[in-house]
C-alpha cells in the first residue's frame, strides 16, 4: 500500500490528479511514515518539519521539502481554481548538532542550538477533499504542506515567551489575527523538544539548517489566491507574501 499511495502523491505533486480520500483506508501509521520517505527519496531534499502534539492523539511529524521553503518577503502561485490554508506560527532553526537526546542536560543544550523565528505556512494538499480526509493521509501527504516562508531569525531568543503570542495577521482585507494568540500545545518549546526525541533517522533526521514548525497560531483558514499576506508575531520580524493566481 505505501508504494501504491506514494506513487499517486508523487503523480499529484507532479500535476496529475488529486487523490481521493478513499485511498487513506487501512493506512497506518508505519505506512504514513514510509510514504513521507518514499516522496521525500523523490521530491527532497528535506530542509524542515512539521510537528503537532494533539492532546489526545500520537504526534504528528511530516518533512517540508527545501524547495518549499521560502524567505520573506515572498511571491508564491497557485492555481485559481484552488485554495490554500493559511497559517502563521512559531519555528525553531537547528543550527548546531542535535545535542545527545539522553543527556541529562538536554534541554538546555537543545535551547542553545536552536534560534527562533517566525513563518507563515501555506497549506495546500495532494487530496481531493483534505478538510475531510484520514489524518494519516494527510500525514501521508506531508501533512498537507503546501509552502513555508521564513521571516527573520532572533539568535537570541532567551526573553521571548513562546508559551504565548500576541500577533497580527492581515490576508487582503480579511483580518485573520489580531492579539492575543493561543499557542498550540501550551509552549512552541516544549512541542520542539517533543519532536527533537522522536524524530530518530526519518527523512534523515533533524540536521543543522533545517526548521520546524510548531503549530497554527490562528486556527486555518482556506482562501483563495489573488491577495497579498502580512503578519508579525510580537517580538519578532515582519513576514510578506503575495499569493498569486497561476
Known amino acids: 500500500m505505501p508504494e501504491a499511495l506514494a ?41 524542515g518539519f512539521k510537528v503537532a502534539c494533539p492532546p489526545d492523539a500520537p504526534m504528528v511529524i511530516a518533512p517540508i521539502y527545501s524547495s518549499d521553503i521560502h524567505d520573506s518577503p515572498a511571491t508564491l ?23 545527545d537526546t539522553t543527556a541529562p542536560d538536554f534541554d538546555t543544550r537543545l535551547r542553545s ?8 505556512e501555506l497549506v495546500h494538499s495532494r487530496i481531493t477533499d483534505p478538510v475531510a480526509a484520514d489524518p494519516l493521509l494527510k500525514m501521508a501527504d506531508n501533512q498537507i504542506n503546501g509552502a513555508v516562508v521564513l521571516g527573520h531569525p532572533l539568535r537570541d531568543w532567551r526573553a521571548q515567551d513562546v508559551t504565548c503570542a500576541k500577533a497580527l495577521l492581515q490576508a487582503g482585507s480579511n483580518l485573520l489575527l489580531d492579539g492575543d494568540a493561543k499557542v498550540p500545545g501550551g509552549d512552541a518549546f516544549e512541542t520542539l523538544r517533543k519532536f527533537a526525541l522522536a524524530i530518530g533517522t526519518h527523512c534523515g533526521g533533524w540536521q543543522p539548517g533545517q526548521v520546524v514548525i510548531t503549530g497554527s497560531l490562528n486556527g486555518l483558514p482556506w482562501l483563495r489566491p489573488g491577495l497579498s499576506i502580512a503578519g508579525q508575531i510580537e517580538g519578532l520580524g515582519v513576514l510578506k507574501v503575495q499569493l498569486n493566481a497561476a
Do not use: C, H, W
Open 113 to 120: 542550538a536552536v534560534e527562533l523565528l517566525p513563518v507563515i
Open 7 to 47: 506513487r499517486l502523491l508523487a503523480q499529484a505533486r507532479r500535476g496529475g490528479a488529486k487523490v481521493p480520500n478513499s485511498a487513506g483506508a487501512g493506512l497506518t501509521r508505519e505506512a504514513a511514515f514510509e510514504v513521507q520517505e518514499r516522496l521525500a527519496a523523490s521530491f527532497g531534499p528535506v530542509g
Open 77 to 99: 502561485s497557485i492555481p485559481a481554481q484552488e485554495a490554500v490554508g493559511v497559517e502563521m506560527e512559531y519555528a525553531f532553526r537547528l543550527i548546531d548538532p542535535l545535542p
